[in-house]
C-alpha cells in the first residue's frame, strides 16, 4: 500500500525558514518523481514543486528562488526547504506521487508574527 | 503560464441528478488535463487523467471529455459522496496549474 506521510509543518515568523519532510512507502521510490501541492485556508489548490526521478527540479514562479525540493533515496524521503517565507506561504502543504494518484495527509504551515 | 478556468463556481443539485462541470485552459493542454474530487477535511482525489480515462477504483458514474481548450466532468447521478469540491488540472507543461474549483452542493 502506497502511503506518504507529511511532516515538519508548524508555526514561523515572516521571513523565517521551515523544511518539510515526506516519508514514503509500498512503492519503489527512487523510480517516481515527486510533487508538493498546497492549499491556503479555504482556498484552492496550487502545485509548488516537481522533483523528477533524475533529479530535474521544476517551481512554481510564486516559491522560485525561496524554495528547494530534494529528495533522498536512500531513506525513501521527500524534502521541501522553505525560506524567506510570507504570509501568502501559509497553508497545507501535500506530499503527492507523480501522476497524483497519491497523496499524503498533509502538513499545516502557519506563517505569522 | 497556463490558466484554467472551472465553470460553474457553484453548481446546486439534488442526489441522483447529473452535473456538469467545465474547465477552460487559456492555451491547448492537448488531453493533458486530470480531474480530482475534494471533500472536506480530505486529501483531494484523481478520478479523471488524460481528460478521459478514469483513474483506478473510480466509478463509472463519473467520466471526462474534451481536447485542447475545453474540457468537461460529468457525474451521471449524483452520490452523497459527491457533493464536494471539484478541480481541473493541465500537466502540460510546467509550471502545473490548477483551476479554481467548482462546489457542487445539495440543493
Redesign the interface.
Known sequence: EVQLVESGGGLVQPGGSLRLSCAASGFTFRDWGM?WVRQAPGK????VS?IAADGTM????SVKGRFSISRDNAKNSLHLQMNSLRDEDAAVY?CVRS???Y????TLVTVSS | ?IVLTQSPATLSLSPGERGTLSCRASQSVGSSL?W?R?NPGQ????LI?DASNR??GIPGRFSGSGSGTDFTLTISSLEPEDFAVY?C?QRYN????????TKVEIK
Open positions: 510533487d484552492g489548490l496550487e502545485w516537481h521544476y517551481y512554481a514562479d501535500f501522476g497524483f494518484e497523496w499524503g495527509q498533509g | 503560464e486530470a480530482y475534494q486529501a483531494p482525489r484523481l487523467h483513474a483506478t478541480y488540472q510546467w509550471p502545473l496549474t490548477f483551476g479554481g474549483g
